[in-house]
């Protein structure tokens, strides 16, 4: 094999290996729900996000997350927990609405892949291109257990923007070859946030609460680290009359695909582009 056919494999594994080693099996752990878990300050403080903010970071597909669509999300998702559901599901499983969204990737964590030249730099501690930047987004620590290959795992106390922005940062960096969210290994429940007129229409933020907005509430079981091969799914929508709850799906269950499923089928194929 051409030696920089093997190198570019290597990457490629090690991409794998570190990937895998630092993400989560699935979504374990989720978020809190609706309380905050941010700590304001300086660089040495961890700055995180709530669930609604998280949510917000991803539709929102900004550095950081729209303060009014995360209120929105926030209040949506909690009248949604509120309810009682038990008269109105005349058949199919009872809504889990205690399932909490998570970001198909790491908060706070990107890998970053160098040229040789720029691999021995950092392995070195002689590389200082990337120091205004390590400074702009608090970065706690810098795993080089694989600057073998020419790759690193970066964390930021300042979990509150966008991965892939900072990704998008380092990648314009001299001797950097690769800048990337760090993701999820497997899949978990979820909830799946769909607006049409926003995700679809670019309707301003300011006219966000007169659209209507969909929830998708999926349980995920068997095993998940495949991409669960069970699922049930629920859909709610929002607007400004309030909440309703539209119905109930299991695939393994019923052959024929609710009317709704268009929308759900969008919002999840939506949550792959975050």
Request: aromatic content about 14%; hydrophobic content about 35%; some cysteine.
């Amino acid at each position: 094999m051409p030696y920089n056919s093997y190198r570019a494999l290597n990457f490629i594994l090690a991409a794998f290996i570190i990937a895998f080693a630092f993400s989560a099996i699935g979504c374990a752990g989720g978020t809190e729900v609706g309380n905050p878990v941010s700590v304001p300050g300086g660089g040495e403080d961890i700055v995180e996000l709530t669930e609604f903010e998280l949510m917000a970071l991803c539709v929102s597909s900004q550095p950081t997350p729209p303060a009014e669509l995360a209120d929105l999300f926030e209040d949506d998702i909690t009248n949604i927990r509120s309810q009682s559901y038990e008269e109105m599901t005349a058949s199919g499983l009872i809504p889990d609405t205690s399932i909490t969204f998570t970001p198909p990737w790491k908060p706070g964590k990107i890998i970053v892949g160098f040229d040789d030249f720029t691999a021995e730099l950092v392995a070195a501690g002689q590389y200082h291109i990337w120091d205004d930047l390590n400074s702009r987004f608090y970065l706690k620590e810098i795993d080089l257990s694989s600057i073998d290959y020419g790759l690193a795992l970066l964390e930021f106390n300042n979990k509150s923007i966008h991965p892939g922005y900072i990704a998008e940062q380092y990648q314009t960096l001299f001797g950097i070859n690769y800048a990337e969210k760090v993701s999820y290994v497997g899949d978990c429940s979820n909830i799946y946030p769909y607006i049409p007129e926003y995700n679809e229409s670019g309707i301003s933020l300011g006219n966000i609460n007169d659209s209507i907005r969909y929830y998708v509430f999926r349980k995920g079981d068997g095993d998940c680290q495949s991409g669960c091969t069970i699922n049930d799914y629920w859909l709610f929508s929002a607007d400004a009359d309030g909440i309703k709850y539209m119905g109930y799906y299991n695939p393994d269950e019923s052959p024929e695909k609710p009317d709704w499923w268009g929308i759900a089928q969008k919002a999840i194929n939506l949550y792959r582009t975050y």
